[in-house]
T-cell receptor, first 113, second 115 residues
Framework: SQQGEEDPQALSIQEGENATMNCSYK?????LQWYRQNSGRGLVHLIL?????REKHSGRLRVTLDTSKKSSSLLITASRAADTASYFC?????????????FGKGTHLIIQP | DAGITQSPRHKVTETGTPVTLRCHQT?????MYWYRQDPGHGLRLIHY???????DKGEVSDGYSVSRSKTEDFLLTLESATSSQTSVYFC??????????????FGSGTRLTVV
């Protein structure tokens, strides 16, 4: 069963705008990770946020984590055409859950030039 | 993707035939994973390995087996392929369990079609 659920399923914005994607999960976690997948390629790790962190930045990426709501958001600022991809959250469940990361179904982001 | 290769990249096979997919890494990472990606389901874990000859089942392991005789190679076998196993298969590697600080590194995937 899926742990993370991204929202929205698809998002189309103009180049230069900010893109926000959300992820909700069900169980307690050690950390939450975001990945990007370009069409026809494997996933690429973007950023990890630990359960005791609330916000993390990496370049144009900003990730927040609210463990009380079991949710995370990924903000991409000043979007570029090259940001067009699918974005997945993945959770590392605490308490001896699944032995691999559990991925959501993804948000497909389209940046219009 | 650097340090991890999957073969073949594409394969079409007939129902009932055995199929083996290969994942090869040059990173000397201890952990290796096989996922399948399907529309509407995201990525689901099939099997994983935490060392040579040490493997375990994931969420959707029925109909699949794996072997890891060397650190660098992780093989996924479909004993008797079915149409429901048509999918894109991804291998991933990591230094520590569940990715650690650097997460997983994924291969480019194998697109398998069972006809």
């Amino acid at each position: 069963s899926q742990q993370g659920e991204e929202d929205p399923q698809a998002l189309s914005i103009q180049e230069g705008e900010n893109a926000t994607m959300n992820c909700s999960y069900k169980t307690s976690i050690n950390n939450l990770q975001w990945y990007r997948q370009n069409s026809g390629r494997g996933l690429v790790h973007l950023i990890l946020i630990r359960s005791n962190e609330r916000e993390k930045h990496s370049g144009r990426l900003r990730v927040t984590l609210d463990t009380s709501k079991k949710s995370s958001s990924l903000l991409i600022t000043a979007s570029r055409a090259a940001d067009t991809a699918s974005y997945f959250c993945a959770t590392d469940e605490s308490g001896g859950g699944a032995d691999g990361l559990t991925f959501g179904k993804g948000t497909h982001l389209i940046i219009q030039p | 993707d650097a340090g991890i290769t999957q073969s073949p990249r594409h394969k079409v096979t007939e129902t009932g035939t055995p199929v083996t997919l290969r994942c090869h890494q040059t990173e000397n990472h201890r952990y290796m994973y096989w996922y399948r990606q399907d529309p509407g389901h995201g990525l689901r874990l099939i099997h994983y390995s935490y060392g040579v000859k040490d493997t375990d089942k994931g969420e959707v392991s029925d109909g699949y087996s794996v072997s890891r005789s060397k650190t660098e190679d992780f093989l996924l076998t479909l004993e008797s392929a079915t149409s429901s196993q048509t999918s894109v298969y991804f291998c991933a590697i990591s230094e520590s369990t569940r990715g650690g600080a650097r997460g997983y590194t994924f291969g480019s995937g194998t697109r398998l079609t069972v006809v």
